[in-house]
């Protein structure tokens, strides 16, 4: 799939925020500054306005590792694993603790050996055509496994 602006990136954001329910996961895979948390920017500033909620400042977690946001009945947990060492880091931090009660984005989950069976893994490349644009490949898993990302 091709994203050819931060418009496209929004727009597809939107899109599978709409689908999104409590329980799910996304695995954000990519470089530095290729587009995961501009993703997750959009995912939720999109969800906050379809609920009448002001749009939050929605940074990348880096130094604090996970912010989260409530949007009427859904919690999102927004994590980013980049400054964690070791699989031990990971499970001290309880991400799947409480699964069924929020949805969770989480960038750099490389270290992650034990996934959830309901995620949908997104791989964002920079594209060598275009310098704002992003190539994605979108993967489910679980519930997801069968569903056709590119009619989004």
Do not use: C
């Not at 995961?36 to 906050?48: C, D, H, M, P």
Request: charged letters at 30%; zero cysteines; hydrophobic letters at 35%.
């Amino acid at each position: 799939m091709k994203l050819n602006s931060l418009k496209d990136t929004f727009n597809l954001s939107k899109k599978i925020g709409k689908i999104l329910s409590n329980g799910d996961f996304i695995f954000l895979y990519g470089e530095i500054g290729v587009g995961k948390t501009t993703f997750v920017r959009g995912l939720i500033n999109n969800l906050e306005v379809e609920n009448g909620i002001a749009e939050s400042q929605i940074l990348s977690p880096t130094f604090n590792i996970v912010f989260n946001y409530e949007i009427k009945k859904k919690i999102i947990m927004h994590y980013d694993l980049y400054r964690l060492k070791t699989n031990t880091d990971i499970d001290e931090l309880g991400i799947f603790a409480e699964i069924k009660n929020h949805i969770t984005l989480i960038e750099w989950p490389e270290l992650i050996k034990k996934k959830p069976e309901n995620r949908v893994e997104m791989y964002f490349s920079y594209s060598e055509k275009n310098l704002n644009g992003r190539n994605l490949k979108i993967k489910g898993y679980g519930k997801w496994s069968n569903y056709d990302f590119k009619k989004i």
